[in-house]
């Protein structure tokens, strides 16, 4: 398991976790809690989207090392309920100096595909990510 590099709240709350970020792709693992299921007892369809939205943010991040990206648009195709331990792989596709699309899959225990989705991010370069980091340690510490 890796570390993420910035502190994001809600991925915490969830206990998403970093097993692959490298040349265009990443990988992140999950199992929801009872808190995070829907009414059928498996994972609620906006665990599984913010799973894959912060997969694919990583894959394009991965592309331009210490950037941020934030999502401009994502669709998402749901196909199976997400049962158990997930796991979404991402990819970039084609990117810009600005812009970044790439393409997610979530994964159940079995290794069944349970959804797909496809997004477009905006980078945010390294300077601007630097700034808010210290800018965020600068409030903690008053």
């Known amino acids: 398991m890796l570390p993420f590099e910035v502190e994001i709240p809600f991925v915490s709350h969830l206990g998403f976790s970093l097993h692959r970020w490298e040349d265009g792709e990443a990988e992140l693992h999950y199992r929801a809690r009872p808190e995070h299921l829907n009414s059928y007892e498996v994972t609620h369809g906006g665990a599984s989207m913010t799973l894959l939205d912060v997969t694919m943010a990583h894959a394009a991040r991965s592309a331009i090392p210490g950037s941020g990206a934030v999502t401009i648009e994502m669709k998402t195709s749901f196909m199976a309920p997400a049962k158990g331990a997930l796991v979404a792989k991402g990819k970039l596709l084609s990117r810009s100096s600005r812009m970044a699309f790439c393409e997610a899959w979530l994964y159940d225990e079995q290794g ?31």
Not at 128 to 134: E, H, N, P, T
């Open 112 to 142: 069944a595909l349970c959804s797909h989705a496809t997004g477009t991010f905006k980078y945010v370069m390294p300077e601007v990510v630097q700034s808010l980091q210290a800018a965020k340690k600068q409030i903690k510490t008053d």
